[in-house]
């Protein structure tokens, strides 16, 4: 018998090219984390500290900045009926404003798309087929100058100055998460419903108990990546819910309230640490959902 000599295997030295790119993602990822560790350490600083010293370690860490950042960390509501005094909203409030406004729109801008997505996947009868080209249309067409019109409208709706009735203005399926609610039903295999249908499931059965857990993991990271644009939006809880600020309505009237201490660079990464707080939190809870892959299981034979 003639043995066979195993041959070991050889590595490839990376090239130049993998060696650079390692590189530039390499100071790119120190250009992210450097900033965010220069904020830690401003925050815990007095204004002469930082500036005799802006770059450097704390000789002395002044922790009593979040304190009394929280203490600054309010927002005045004026009201409209004459000789009633102006109320004042906390962070604690606004934290709560916030988590309202942030999970339900979030909620509520995923599951528009994944049920039309759904239906028009599965059920491809001729006017579904006219729903792709409408959202694409859309999406390309400019939407500069809706604004007074939208503002209108909710008015007229009722909508206006009411986080719930704002969960209905976010029901809408257009946008790229339709696409990507789309490709991923459209990759599922029918087969899964078949056999629930053939043991007498309706049609709302076998969507919600059968094809929408299969896509829960492409829902969980939409809907983390919306929280997260919802939690670091100012503009639209200041337009349309002035008697419910949030947490970043607060920020920024907290960088333009008068007086000289919100206005110290100490005090003002202060309180952007306090409000990047809970999204640092969901990100590191749910790292693994945000950035690893989601992958769709098949049938077995």
């Known amino acids: 018998m003639i043995k066979k000599k195993l041959k070991t295997p050889k590595f490839k030295t990376p090239n130049i090219l993998f060696f ?89 801008s995923t599951l528009a798309p994944c049920l039309v997505a759904y239906i028009t996947a599965k059920y491809p009868y001729r006017p579904m087929k006219w729903i792709n080209t409408f959202v694409i249309i859309a999406m390309i067409l400019p939407i500069v100058g809706n604004g007074p019109s939208e503002m209108q409208m909710i008015k007229n709706l009722g909508l206006y100055d009411s986080i719930f009735g704002f969960y209905f203005v976010k029901f809408s399926f257009m946008g790229l998460y339709y696409l990507l609610f789309y490709a991923a039903f459209k990759n599922l295999s029918w087969g899964y419903a078949e056999a629930a249908i053939m043991d007498g499931a309706s049609n709302l059965t076998v969507m919600i108990r059968i094809m929408f857990p299969l896509v829960s993991g492409t829902f969980g990271v939409i809907m983390l990546l919306l929280f997260i644009g919802y939690w670091n939006d100012y503009l639209t809880p200041t337009l349309y819910l002035p008697s419910y600020p949030t947490v970043a309505v607060g920020l920024y009237k907290y960088y333009s309230a008068p007086g000289q201490e919100t206005g110290l660079i100490p005090m003002q990464l202060t309180g952007c640490m306090i409000v990047m707080l809970p999204i640092l939190i969901v990100f590191i809870a749910f790292r693994d959902k945000i950035m690893g892959n989601i992958a769709v299981g098949g049938l077995k034979g």
């Open 20 to 108: 650079l790119l390692f590189v530039v993602l390499g100071l790119y990822a120190i250009s992210l984390v450097l900033p965010f560790i220069w904020g830690i350490f401003t925050s815990l600083k007095d204004q002469t500290a930082f500036a005799l010293d802006p770059f450097g370690i704390p000789k002395q860490w002044h922790f009593e900045n979040y304190v009394r950042a929280i203490d600054l960390f309010y927002v005045r509501i004026e009201t409209n009926d004459s000789g009633r005094a102006a109320t004042f909203v906390y962070i604690e409030e606004m934290l709560l404003y916030s988590l309202l406004y942030c999970v339900g729109n979030a909620f509520f």
